[in-house]
């Protein structure tokens, strides 16, 4: 017997599928024919004989709906996990620092031509604080300057509300590295199915792509870490064993998001003991 | 393929992303789609009226929405729901596209909705593309076309193109397929070869 969309062709026997397209996609996800050198792809002409349908064209409109249908109820599956929106979120975040910088670097320049006896000079002025002091400017500058600032107090409440969204997406990977990180990471991993699939060798290595490659191309030394680096415990790490402890983190990192993806829940005891275990490698000389 | 002073055009509603029109044809910009530049490159490439397409990583429908133009039925296989959304939206103005998401890695799954098709696309930036084919050389018909997009930096950042290309033109001639034509896509795309069998 062979089984299609529309029904099951037994020789000459054709017995088509029951219900509306819902039932008729629930069906479809039953039939698994492995696709070798027997299958029989299905013919739209033997469709039609069977009296499933009066023409090619009517064939087409209903597989047509069908499949649409299908692929609709995926997306939606896709998207409503939670981590679809985080990607988005942190790559506005990341967007959003680099429009900041330059919008304040241009502005910065635009107000030493204005007060041509100002300098930053000694004055230990953030950037933060430079946009403050230029606010008050008359004119187009000082109003752009009320923009850029309203912009970066839009970027620290995105900022948080990553954070947020990160501890119930994948409440391991965030106990552990922090929330900004592991956003960071799932977004370069395309979603936490993805990380959950990655070796911890990738991990370590994801966000250093280029250095990687030149690695794999030109034989540098291999990078020993990616957004890992940006966990304090890496950062922080001596020199010598920064090596180790990034390792370390996307060991237990992996494991993290295999148990965010899969049970999806917090273990407390997990987390203690992935801490207590790159604490020791951090402390080794 | 239709070909107005040295441009391949396409005959067919227009305005799906944005494309110039020539004479009230669809230009079909080589440096957007690989099939294009593969046919300006000689690749001995047709796409007639009758033929039914299996086009596999559709993506956003770019490609597929000019391929429609040209035959019978193409089913449109993408994986990744982003680009799927744009390829519903191609799909519902063209009803010679069926759109379907699935991974081309497991042909089981919408085994039940593709019927024999006189061409095989691929064109899915994977590792292993030379094994999907062969997952899906069942949906071809004796005689019929496949076409191979391969991107060499997704197979192995470190081989040189020929290498890959030839590599896979081994699998393939392995499988049973006779190769008609190999050849790069430069200057349209970098690392890119596009490899036409038979079967």
């Known amino acids: 017997m062979r089984r299609y969309w529309f029904g099951d062709i037994d020789g000459s026997e054709c017995t088509p599928a029951q219900g509306d397209e819902d039932r008729i996609l629930e069906r479809c996800d039953t039939i698994r024919e492995k696709v070798d050198a027997t299958f029989v792809p299905l013919s739209v002409d033997e469709a039609c004989t069977c009296g499933f349908f009066a023409d090619r064209e009517e064939y087409l409109a209903r597989l047509r709906s069908v499949t649409i249908r299908d692929a609709r109820k995926k997306i939606l599956e896709a998207f409503s996990e939670g981590d679809a929106e985080l990607i988005q979120m942190v790559r506005m975040l990341d967007e959003m620092d680099e429009v900041v910088n330059l919008l304040t670097e241009k502005a910065g320049e635009w107000y030493l031509v204005k007060n041509p006896g100002f300098s930053r000079k000694y004055k230990s002025m953030s950037a933060k604080r430079m946009v403050g002091v230029m606010k008050k400017e008359r004119g187009p500058l000082g109003k752009i300057c009320a923009e850029i600032d309203g912009l970066s107090n839009h970027r620290a409440a995105l900022m948080r509300d990553?954070?947020?969204?990160?501890?119930?997406?994948?409440?391991?990977c965030s106990a552990l590295v922090g929330g900004l990180v592991a956003a960071r990471l799932m977004e370069r991993a395309g979603g936490l199915s993805n990380l959950a699939g990655l070796p911890a060798s990738t991990i370590q290595v994801l966000g250093a792509e280029g250095a990687l490659f030149t690695h794999l191309r030109a034989g540098s030394p291999p990078p020993k870490h990616g957004i890992i680096f940006q966990h304090r415990r890496v950062h922080n790490a001596p020199r010598n064993v920064r090596g180790k402890v990034s390792r370390a983190v996307a060991?237990?990192?992996?494991?993290?998001?295999?148990?965010?993806?899969?049970?999806?829940?917090?273990?407390?005891?997990f987390i203690e003991r992935a801490q207590a275990r790159i604490d020791v490698v951090g402390e080794k000389e | 393929?239709?070909?107005?002073?040295?441009?391949?055009?396409?005959?067919?509603?227009?305005?799906?992303?944005?494309?110039?029109?020539?004479?009230?044809?669809?230009?079909?910009?080589?440096?957007?789609?690989?099939?294009?530049?593969?046919?300006?490159?000689?690749?001995p490439?047709?796409?007639?009226?009758?033929?039914?397409?299996?086009?596999?990583?559709?993506?956003?429908?770019?490609?597929?929405?000019?391929?429609?133009d040209y035959v019978e039925t193409v089913y449109a296989i993408e994986f990744a729901p982003r680009p799927m959304q744009d390829l519903i939206e191609v799909a519902r103005r063209r009803p010679n596209i069926v759109p379907i998401m699935a991974d081309v890695n497991r042909p089981e799954v919408y085994g039940c909705f593709v019927?024999?098709?006189?061409?095989?696309?691929?064109?899915v930036a994977q590792p292993n593309q030379a094994d999907i084919l062969r997952?899906?050389?069942?949906?071809?018909?004796?005689?019929?076309?496949?076409?191979?997009?391969?991107?060499?930096?997704s197979v192995d950042v470190r081989k040189p193109t020929e290498e890959i290309a030839e590599e896979t033109c081994a699998a393939l001639r392995e499988m049973g397929l006779t190769i008609v034509w190999t050849g790069t896509l430069n200057p349209y795309h970098r690392d890119h070869m596009a490899i036409i069998c038979t079967k």
């Open chain 2, 115 to 123: 019927e024999a098709v006189d061409m095989i696309y691929q064109d």
């Open chain 1, 251 to 269: 060991g237990k990192l992996a494991i993290a998001a295999k148990i965010d993806y899969y049970r999806g829940e917090l273990d407390p005891e």
């Open chain 1, 162 to 172: 990553i954070s947020k969204r990160t501890d119930a997406v994948m409440p391991n």
């Open chain 2, 135 to 153: 997952k899906n050389l069942p949906f071809l018909k004796d005689g019929g076309t496949a076409v191979l997009m391969l991107k060499a930096r």
């Open chain 2, 45 to 68: 490439l047709d796409l007639a009226a009758d033929m039914r397409v299996l086009y596999m990583g559709a993506a956003n429908g770019t490609t597929v929405s000019h391929v429609a």
């Open chain 2, 1 to 43: 393929m239709k070909v107005i002073r040295g441009t391949i055009v396409s005959e067919g509603e227009g305005g799906v992303y944005g494309e110039r029109m020539l004479n009230g044809c669809r230009v079909w910009d080589p440096h957007r789609s690989k099939l294009p530049a593969a046919v300006l490159n000689g690749a």
